[in-house]
């Protein structure tokens, strides 16, 4: 396995405001650094805690909750 | 074991230009669970998506990632696709390569890493998705429009035409909306009032429509199809159904001096009042913050003591001479609750205020107007009964100039947008200038024109040759009184030559901005403004009346500002949307809701208190306590699901498992 | 009592010396202490500003740092408050230009001070009720055109006082003398500053076409509160006269200086001339001739209409009488006849 | 009232980027934010006897041409902020003039001398003393302009009046102070 260059941070983005917000920076072409993985969760109520400590166990650098 | 197939769109270069789309493919063959991978020029295609059905076909497949677009784009797209594959449409899952990554993203190895990431983590969720099947819900066929102007009149009209019932919400005591208030229009000058009130008339006379004028949304529950909505209605203090219009009890109303905001309060109006002669319906309102009446005390209350003066009679004159008995100074507010299937938008917009414009006097020159103000008083049925004067004196004015861009294209002071419609309505004012006083001289200070549409361009040609309006290339520095008269200080940057010129009026073309309380109502719709206000669509060019909850709809000048035309437009649109909602007896539920596996269930109630639908509720079966979940009510939030500690709770589609899956697979280096 | 630190200014010092005597007899008066600040130096100005910016922000920084121990700085010079309030917005930050200030010795503490100009401190102090019970001899009558000019108000974002475009504090302030402040509409038209010495023409067109104005609407005198603009604006009357269509001398003088006659200060640290001083005179005793004519006339007019109330209630009380006369009359002339018909 | 005379020379084959990026650094302001309404030629006070209008040194700056370098306009703005106050854009005129008038010292284009040696006695002046000396400030203008008489109207009368003191005020810690010019060196161009 390569070593990774970037780090992996996990967003939770709820599906209304901030997934559509990622979205839109997209439509503008905003450059962001390529390091967050977005996952999209209903409604930041469907956030359990027990996301992030996977997230963390699993090696994550970083979760990011929006919403 | 799953068999997942993962098929990568190329979305043209958008995708394949950033991200190395094969070698995605490639490596996504070897993730656990991945049967078939391939990748694809444009997977939405009728080419592609057949592609993606033989493969499912072929391979056997028994779920699907697309890693593609956003899933605001195509979701329902492929799931249709899979369907046809004979698969469950919900046994699918997008990983967004195209907004997320390829867009974003500057550095091609880094975008090509972070695209197989989430192609992992979706082929990590869609392996334990099950097969949904939506439930179905009632359609209730009446629609409410809030908002009685141009635009909401012609949905209504249109609306009722197909048959369907509606009700009509208007906030001012009469519809007519901001056209009533005009004067003529571009480019026919056609008079407004001509062609608007008798569509009024039709509104009032449709037995389709019921007209709730001087009433305002108050809160909107339920779904598409089965809204629950509260209307107030505000105490006019005159009974709608007695009375019949004849106004004596206008002519009798002794308060006078009340600035009537039909004519930006350039002119007076009663304390009982229409806000003009053709509003509809033609019913009075008692305004309770100046009527007498309402505001002195009962004198039965009040107990006099010796050697004190009995307190005055209470007014009421207007009770008195009404001749149906209809004023009913003990009307209160009533709070109508009805169902609707659809609600359609038609708020409108406001005039940009340019009282922050200082160096055009803010407001305090007299003899500086806004364009509505204009509007009013060439109208022959304005408070000047149609004579251009200047307001300072009342004299005719020799010299009116006309500047553009009031607020529009301002970021400092106002609005970065253009507002769209001030270049025309400032020809037709020009022109209506020229034509009410032929010896005045009319200059108009312009950035640039804007006149795209049907007969626009030809329209100001005509204001500049045969009208002769003087078009002058520049933004106005300042406009200030002396001796007086107007000094506007300008420079004309195409001859380049600094302008200093007198004037007796001055006309600001006032940009159009949102109503200030849009975000309130659009907040209790449970909806979504842009950042200056006006109520965002679903998609600006494919989906332009649809609003981001589903069943609500909007039209006209509250989605961002236009013409009548393009209002009348989107009125009809709406009204098509509404008529397609409409022709379904019942609607798909989204099956991607909350289910409680009453097993597992302790009956803590912790999701019966954080639901915010109020969904839930606790049932007892056989003596044992469990929550359920009402999934017509159920919007798919997941918050229960995250209070549930035995893990009783579980939103379909999004499960515990699903997004642990997820982010596990994410995570793999 | 309060105390400030004080920035004269370069012009304070020699050319405005009336100026600096007005703002230090009216401050003192009202019980606020000016501590100058100690070996102040030049604030730059726009001039140093336009070689180089920096350099301009590291100047008047170091009078910023200077008065840091003192408190907030007043500054006359509608120039020197510019220069310094842009100064401290640059220093608010750690930036290269605070660097070179501990370089060489100067320390300035973010948000220590903040700098008002001497129409803001003024003005400060007539909100907060100061000049109450000490304006002894008020410039009734006295019509005065407020002049703002450019830095005073402009730009917004830095100056961060009055309107921009229609200031009124110097108003309001000229309203608490007694004086009468004019609409007018050259308020804050630019007098053309230092290029008075580049081009001379061009400046002094500029300069007659705000002394018009203020002609024209009709003032005995404008308020300033900048250096430079009184430099242009009070000199060279006569020249413009001849040449640019100047229609009449009008006296211009600090705002200051208007509120120290007002409250009766001794005319040596003012320096208003005599002429100006017999015409604040002059207008104050048409003002109180003129109000006690008006106080007459609305007695007389009382008077009149207590006359007429009181022969119009006579007048219904004999009508009064003469109608119960006839009824009482009719009546027994009725029960009359009635008896006659019995 | 005059014209601007338009003093512009040349032809415009491409847009000089190299020189337009320089603007912007010195100045602080983003040229492409304007879109040449002309509000800021409307209100400047002394554009009507320039050569140039403040919008056409906007354009020209946005272009990167040279010729804007050679104009008058740059050198005689006069800070008053009318345009930066009711600029749309918030865009700021006179710090592009600021930036255009350093540069055109640099390359040796400047226009006015007088306004270049306003500016630089000035800065000589305090540099030395710590403080402006007026009479002095006056002198060296009116050695620079050749212009001894007009103002001699107004200068006597001040000088008889002591209002231009010939000894000036010097402050205690020229030392420090001096630093404060060469800490900035390399930003001053």
Redesign the interface.
């Known amino acids: 396995m390569v070593e990774n260059p970037e780090f992996k941070v996990i967003g939770f983005f709820c599906n209304w405001c901030s997934y559509a917000g990622a979205d839109l920076a997209g439509n503008m072409r905003l450059n962001y650094p390529a390091d967050v993985r977005i996952l999209r969760i209903p409604c930041t109520g469907r956030m359990d805690p027990l996301f992030a400590l996977k997230a963390l166990l699993e090696g994550a650098d970083g979760v990011m909750v929006s919403g | 074991m799953a068999r997942v197939g993962v098929f990568i769109c190329h979305c043209g270069s958008n995708i394949a230009g950033k991200v190395d789309v094969e070698a995605v493919a490639r490596e996504s063959a070897s993730i656990p669970g991945v049967a078939y991978s391939s990748h694809n020029k444009y997977s939405c295609s009728e080419a592609g998506q057949k592609t993606i059905i033989d493969a499912i076909k072929e391979n056997r497949l028994d779920r699907v990632v697309i890693g593609a677009c956003s899933p605001k784009m195509h979701e329902n797209t492929f799931r249709n696709t899979i369907r046809q594959a004979g698969l469950n449409p919900y046994m699918l899952e997008i990983a967004n390569l195209r907004e997320h990554v390829s867009w974003v993203t500057e550095d091609r190895d880094a975008a090509t890493r972070k695209a197989l990431d989430l192609v992992r983590s979706a082929v990590g969720k869609v392996a334990f998705a099950k097969p949904l099947t939506p439930g179905k819900v009632p359609v209730e066929k009446r629609a409410l429009i809030i908002g009685g102007g141009i635009a909401g009149i012609q949905a209504a009209l249109d609306i009722a035409g197909m048959g369907y019932e509606v009700v009509l919400v208007e906030r001012e005591p009469s519809i007519g909306g901001r056209m009533a208030q005009l004067d003529k229009t571009f480019p026919t000058l056609d008079c407004s009032a001509c062609i608007l009130s008798p569509r009024m008339v039709d509104v009032a006379q449709n037995p389709n429509i019921r007209l709730l004028s001087y009433s305002e949304v108050e809160s909107v529950g339920g779904y598409v199809g089965n809204f629950d909505v509260v209307i107030r209605k505000k105490a006019r203090y005159v009974n709608e159904s007695k009375c019949t219009g004849c106004l004596e009890c206008v002519s009798k109303c002794p308060v006078r001096k009340i600035p009537n905001e039909f004519e930006n309060g350039k002119a007076m109006r009663r304390a009982i009042y229409v806000p003009f002669a053709q509003s509809v319906p033609k019913v009075p309102v008692i305004d309770k913050n100046h009527c007498q009446y309402l505001l002195s005390p009962d004198p039965s209350t009040i107990e006099v003591k010796e050697g004190e003066r009995k307190p005055r009679r209470r007014c009421g004159a207007c009770k008195i001479v009404c001749g149906q008995d209809a004023i009913d100074f003990e009307q209160q507010d009533e709070f109508i609750k009805e169902k609707f299937g659809a609600i359609v938008l038609a708020t409108g917009f406001n005039p940009f205020d340019h009282s922050k414009y200082?160096?055009y006097g803010?407001g305090?020159i007299p003899d500086v107007i806004t364009a509505l103000d204009f509007e009013r008083m060439v109208n022959s049925s304005g408070p000047t009964e149609g004579k251009i004067l200047r307001p300072s004196n009342g004299e005719k004015p020799q010299r009116v100039v006309f500047i553009q861009c009031v607020g529009s294209r301002d970021e400092a002071k106002g609005v970065p947008y253009c507002s769209r419609i001030c270049c025309m309505f400032t020809a037709k004012q020009a022109i209506l200038t020229r034509e009410k006083l032929p010896d005045a001289e009319v200059f108009v200070f312009y950035m640039d024109i804007r006149a795209a549409g049907k007969g626009y361009e030809e329209f100001v040609r005509r204001a500049q040759m045969e009208y002769g309006a003087e078009y002058i290339r520049g933004r106005v520095s300042?406009v200030?009184?002396?001796?007086g008269r107007l000094?506007v200080k300008a420079a004309d940057t195409l001859a380049g030559l600094p302008v200093e010129m007198e004037a007796d009026l001055v006309v600001l073309a006032t940009g159009s901005v949102a109503r200030e309380d849009a975000f309130e109502l659009a907040s209790a719709i449970g909806i979504t403004t842009d950042s200056y206000g006006f109520i965002s669509e679903v998609h600006p060019k494919l989906k332009p009346v649809e609003i981001p909850r589903e069943g609500v709809f909007a039209c006209g000048a509250c989605l961002s500002p236009r013409d009548i035309p393009d209002t009348v437009a989107t009125a009809g649109a709406v009204a098509a949307k509404v008529g397609i909602l409409f022709s379904k007896d019942f609607l798909e539920s989204d099956p991607m809701v909350a289910e409680i596996d009453p097993f597992k269930c302790a009956a803590c109630g912790a999701c019966v208190a954080v639901c915010p639908y109020s969904a839930i509720t606790m049932e007892e079966f056989r003596g044992k306590k469990f929550a359920k979940v009402n999934e017509a009510m159920c919007q798919g939030c997941g918050t229960c699901t995250a209070a549930c500690r035995p893990g009783a709770a579980q939103l379909k589609g999004q499960t515990d498992e699903q997004i642990l899956r997820s982010v596990e697979a994410v995570l793999q280096w | 009592m309060k105390t400030y630190a004080y920035y004269p200014g370069?012009?304070l010092?020699?050319?405005?010396?009336e100026y600096d005597t007005s703002v230090r007899a009216v401050f003192n008066k009202i019980g606020i202490e000016l501590k100058e600040v100690p070996?102040?130096?030049?604030c730059?100005?726009?001039?140093?500003?336009?070689?180089?910016?920096?350099?301009a922000a590291?100047?008047a920084g170091?009078n910023l740092a200077l008065a840091s121990s003192i408190g907030d700085i007043i500054a006359p010079c509608a120039s020197c408050s510019m220069s310094l309030k842009e100064a401290q917005i640059e220093l608010e930050h750690d930036g290269p230009i605070r660097?070179?200030?501990v370089?060489?010795?100067?320390e300035y503490l973010p948000g220590s001070v903040s700098v008002l100009s001497a129409v803001e401190a003024a003005y400060q102090a007539v909100e907060s009720g100061l000049f109450e019970g000490k304006i002894s001899s008020p410039l009734l009558g006295l019509k005065v055109a407020s002049y703002y000019g450019?830095?005073l108000v402009?730009?917004?974002k830095i100056a961060q006082f009055d309107?921009?475009?229609?200031p009124v504090s110097m108003d309001r302030i000229m309203e608490m003398a007694g004086a009468k402040p004019v609409e007018w509409?050259h308020k804050?038209?630019?007098c053309?500053?230092?290029?008075?010495?580049?081009?001379?023409?061009?400046t002094l067109?500029?300069v007659s076409n705000i002394l018009n104005?203020a002609v024209?609407a009709d003032a005995d005198v404008i308020a300033a509160a900048c250096p430079l603009c009184m430099q242009n604006l009070a000199?060279?009357q006569a020249?413009m006269q001849q040449r640019y269509g100047l229609k009449r001398k009008i006296p211009v003088v600090y705002f200051t200086q208007l509120i120290g006659a007002a409250m009766g200060l001794d005319n040596r640290m003012l320096g208003l001339k005599d002429d100006l001083l017999k015409l604040i005179d002059i207008r104050r005793q048409e003002e109180i001739a003129a109000r006690e004519a008006g106080r007459k006339a609305k007695e007389a007019e009382e008077r009149a209409k207590e006359a007429r109330r009181k022969a119009a209630a006579e007048k219904e009380k004999a009508a009064k009488e003469a109608k119960e006369k006839e009824s009482t009359e009719k009546e027994s002339s009725g029960t009359k006849e009635a008896g006659e018909a019995g | 009232m005059r014209g601007y005379s338009m003093k512009v020379s040349g032809q415009l084959r491409s847009i000089n980027t190299h020189l337009k990026r320089e603007i912007e650094k010195l100045s602080g302001q983003k040229l492409d934010a304007c879109y040449l309404c002309g509000k800021c030629s409307a209100g400047c006070?002394?554009a009507p006897?320039q050569d140039i209008a403040p919008h056409v040194v906007m354009r020209l700056a946005q272009l990167g041409h040279k010729s804007v370098l050679e104009s008058k306009m740059i050198w005689?703005c006069?800070?008053?902020?009318?345009c930066?106050?009711r600029c749309p854009n918030n865009v700021?005129p006179a710090k592009v003039c600021?930036a255009l008038?350093?540069i055109s010292k640099r390359e040796g284009l400047v226009n006015?001398k007088?306004?270049l040696a306003?500016?630089?006695k000035?800065?000589d002046l305090?540099k030395n003393r710590?403080?402006?000396?007026?009479?002095t400030l006056?002198i060296q203008?009116k050695m620079a302009?050749g212009?001894w008489f007009?103002?001699l109207?107004?200068g006597i009368p001040?000088f008889l009046q002591g209002?231009?003191?010939i000894s000036?005020?010097r402050?205690?810690?020229l030392k420090?102070?001096k630093?404060?010019?060469e800490?900035?060196k390399e930003?001053?161009?």
């Open positions: 200082g160096e803010a305090r300042r200030y009184e002396s001796d000094i | 370069c012009s010092e020699a050319s405005s010396r070996d102040w130096s030049c730059g100005s726009s001039q140093a500003h336009k070689i180089d910016g920096d350099m590291a100047i170091r660097r070179v200030l370089e060489a010795g100067y450019c830095l402009r730009p917004p309107d921009p475009e229609n509409s804050v038209d630019c053309g500053n230092a290029y008075i010495l580049v081009d001379r023409n061009m067109n500029l104005a024209k000199e060279r020249q | 006070p002394v006897y005689n006069v800070s008053c902020g009318t930066v106050t700021d600021e008038s350093r006015s007088v306004a306003l500016r630089e000035f800065v305090i710590g403080r402006v000396h007026e009479l006056v203008l302009s212009d007009s103002d109207d107004v001040m209002r231009l003191p000036g005020h402050i205690k810690d420090n102070f630093k404060l010019f800490g900035n930003g001053n161009k």
